[in-house]
């Protein structure tokens, strides 16, 4: 899954349940202090690769509410640039 540009925040239960979802790619649009919201990826435990666009401390400062444990037990890449097609 990739989270385009202009998606500032992710919303309760965005992604509650996705046993499916491996990998997502977070635009910098997050990085503005903008949450990742409570249970948003609550169940969603085959999430292994997180690739965020920015530095790490830009993605430290993205308030992550609870719930969201397969995302943060996640492996995160840093810096990623994405492939253009």
Avoid: K, M, Q
């Avoid at 925040?9 to 491996?22: D, K, Q, S």
């Avoid at 890449?77 to 097609?85: G, I």
């Amino acid at each position: 899954i990739i989270i385009p540009n202009g998606v500032t925040e992710i919303g309760n239960y965005a992604f509650y349940g996705c046993n499916n979802l491996t990998s997502i790619v977070f635009s910098r649009g997050l990085s503005d202090y903008r949450p990742i919201e409570a249970y948003a990826f609550y169940g969603s435990d085959s999430l292994t690769d997180v690739y965020y666009v920015s530095s790490e401390d830009r993605w430290n400062e993205i308030p992550i509410a609870e719930g969201n444990e397969a995302l943060t037990n996640a492996t995160i890449h840093y810096n990623y640039v994405p492939e253009e097609n």
